[in-house]
């Protein structure tokens, strides 16, 4: 049974880097897309990027200047970076796999849904 | 970024009673090379992270009760929740896959009459 476990600080200082990492365990990290997720306190979610095992990345425009996912296949384990947060950052962070892509000419590479979450870490953002 | 609105934002069932959440995209999402909609529902608890329940708008993933079904097609999906139990009560979120960035509905909190 696969599962996801996030790990970092939960409380960041406005304009530092939030930094999390996410520990596979119960099967590879290889063949599969990984990504980060949020979630504010009491609001929706919101797709923060992806990584591929072999390190393509993708990430939402909305937080793209801001944000660098990286992966390590010998630990299992994938980052996220944030720089320059705001009060707008605190959020429940969560990590997950998509199983799978779609790809078109149009639409480039496109992954799936999230079969496999982790339990999710609070990052509260406060001086 | 395609945009997913769900209806209604809250709905109160009686137990054993069928329980309806809609989700309409701003697009279509239907991906032409196999022919299904990418369109997944997932279902959330407090404190808990979201649970996927439904992918590729009508197939449920492994474990998932056989009282949870998806259907719709385009741009209009529904999430039925065939006879309620007292353990559904959650948030339930749609999400498309169609294109970059994946987003996500509002969410539709389920609730016991």
């Known amino acids: 049974q696969v599962q996801l476990q996030e790990s970092g600080p939960g409380l960041v200082k406005p304009s530092e880097t939030l930094s999390l990492t996410c520990t596979v365990s119960?099967?590879?990290?290889?063949?599969?897309?990984w990504s980060w997720i949020r979630q504010p306190p009491g609001k929706g979610l919101e797709w923060i990027g992806y990584i591929y095992y072999i390190g393509s990345t993708n990430y939402n425009p909305s937080l793209k200047s801001r944000v660098t996912i990286s992966v390590d296949t010998s630990k299992n384990q994938f980052s996220l970076k944030v720089n320059s947060v705001t009060a707008a950052d605190t959020a429940v962070y969560y990590c997950?796999?998509?199983?799978?892509?779609?790809?078109?000419?149009?639409?480039?590479?496109?992954?799936?849904?999230?079969?496999?979450w982790g339990q999710g870490t609070l990052v509260t953002v406060s001086s | 970024d395609i945009v997913m609105t769900q209806s209604p934002d809250s709905l109160a069932v009686s137990l054993g009673e069928r329980a309806t959440i809609n989700c309409k995209s701003s697009?279509?999402?239907?991906?032409?090379?196999?022919?299904?909609?990418?369109l997944a529902w997932y279902q959330q608890k407090p404190g808990q992270p979201p649970k996927l329940l439904i992918y590729w708008a009508s197939t449920r993933e492994s474990g998932v009760p056989d009282r949870f079904s998806g259907s719709g097609s385009g741009t209009d999906f529904t999430l039925t929740i065939s006879s309620l139990q007292a353990e559904d009560v959650a948030v339930y979120y749609c999400q498309q896959y169609y294109g970059t960035p994946p987003t996500f509905g509002q969410g539709t909190k389920l609730e016991i009459k």
């Open positions: 119960g099967g590879s990290i290889s063949n599969y897309f």
């Open positions: 697009q279509s999402i239907l991906y032409n090379s196999n022919n299904k909609n990418s």
């Open positions: 997950a796999r998509a199983p799978g892509m779609t790809r078109s000419m149009v639409r480039g590479v496109t992954i799936t849904h999230f079969d496999y």
